[in-house]
T-cell receptor, first 114, second 115 residues
Framework: DQQVKQNSPSLSVQEGRISILNCDYT??????FLWYKKYPAEGPTFLIS?????DKNEDGRFTVFLNKSAKHLSLHIVPSQPGDSAVYFC?????????????FGKGTLLTVNP | DAGVTQSPTHLIKTRGQHVTLRCSPI?????VSWYQQVLGQGPQFIFQ???????GRGNFPDRFSARQFPNYSSELNVNALLLGDSALYLC??????????????FGPGTRLTVL
C-alpha cells in the first residue's frame, strides 16, 4: 500500500512558466513533508519542507502548499528554468514516532523546455 | 563543508556473495539512515541508526544488516545477494533532534549490480 503517491510520472513546461508538482498521502500520522530533486547518477537533493502546522512555505522560486484536510501537497516552481529538469520526489515522515524514516513517492520527472 | 559521502560509487557482485557499503555523515550529524532505490521507484527505508543504536528498520529481510561506529559513520551489509538486490543504495544523515524537525541529507549513493 503506497502511503505517498505522485500520480503524474512526468510533467513538461516551458521555461519561465510555473511548474506544479502534486503529491497525495494517506497516513494521517505524517506531520512533516519534504521535496527532493534528483538528477541521474546523483543522490536526492533537499529542496524545501513543510510541517503540518503550516499550510505554506516559500524559499525563493520554490513554494510548497499543504492541504491537510485533503491530504495533499504541491510544489510550485516559478519561474521554471531548464536546470530544474530532474525527478522530483515527495517524502513524508511522522515526527512523533521513534524514528523519522522518510516515506517517498515514486517521483515526477519534470522537463523544462527552453 | 563536506556533505554525506558514500563508498564505493559502483559495485558489481554475483549472486550469493556478500557486500559492504560505507557512509560518512555530515559533520555534527549523529543519525544515519539507509535507503534502497530501484529503477522507477522512490527510495525505500532500510535502517536508521542514532548514537550507534538501531532506531528503525524497514521491511527488508535479515540478510540486510547495518551498524554505526563511534565517529557516526555507518556500514550496510547485505549477505547472500540476490538479483533483486541490484539497486542504488542511498545513505542520509540528519541531526535527529528529538521532537524537532528532522531533515535528511543524502549522499550520492552506491550503485550495486548483482549478476
Amino acid at each position: 500500500d503506497q502511503q505517498v503517491k505522485q500520480n503524474s510520472p512526468s510533467l513538461s513546461v516551458q521555461e519561465g512558466r510555473i511548474s506544479i508538482l502534486n503529491c497525495d498521502y494517506t497516513n494521517s500520522m505524517f506531520d512533516y513533508f519534504l521535496w527532493y530533486k534528483k538528477y541521474p547518477a546523483e543522490g536526492p537533493t533537499f529542496l524545501i519542507s513543510i510541517s503540518s502546522i503550516k499550510d505554506k512555505n516559500e524559499d525563493g522560486r520554490f513554494t510548497v502548499f499543504l492541504n491537510k484536510s485533503a491530504k495533499h501537497l504541491s510544489l510550485h516552481i516559478v519561474p521554471s528554468q531548464p536546470g530544474d529538469s530532474a525527478v522530483y520526489f515527495c517524502a513524508a515522515s511522522a515526527l512523533g514516532g521513534s524514528n523519522y524514516k522518510l516515506t517517498f513517492g515514486k517521483g515526477t520527472l519534470l522537463t523544462v523546455n527552453p | 563543508d563536506a556533505g554525506v559521502t558514500q563508498s564505493p560509487t559502483h559495485l558489481i557482485k554475483t549472486r550469493g556473495q556478500h557486500v559492504t557499503l560505507r557512509c560518512s555523515p555530515i559533520s555534527g550529524h549523529k543519525s544515519v539512515s539507509w535507503y534502497q532505490q530501484v529503477l522507477g521507484q522512490g527510495p525505500q527505508f532500510i535502517f536508521q541508526y542514532y548514537e550507534k543504536e538501531e532506531r528503525g528498520r524497514g521491511n527488508f529481510p535479515d540478510r540486510f544488516s547495518a551498524r554505526q561506529f563511534p565517529n557516526y559513520s555507518s556500514e550496510l551489509n547485505v549477505n547472500a545477494l540476490l538479483l533483486g538486490d541490484s539497486a542504488l543504495y542511498l545513505c542520509a544523515s540528519s541531526l535527529l533532534v528529538a521532537g524537532g524537525i528532522d531533515t535528511q541529507y543524502f549522499g550520492p549513493g552506491t550503485r550495486l549490480t548483482v549478476l
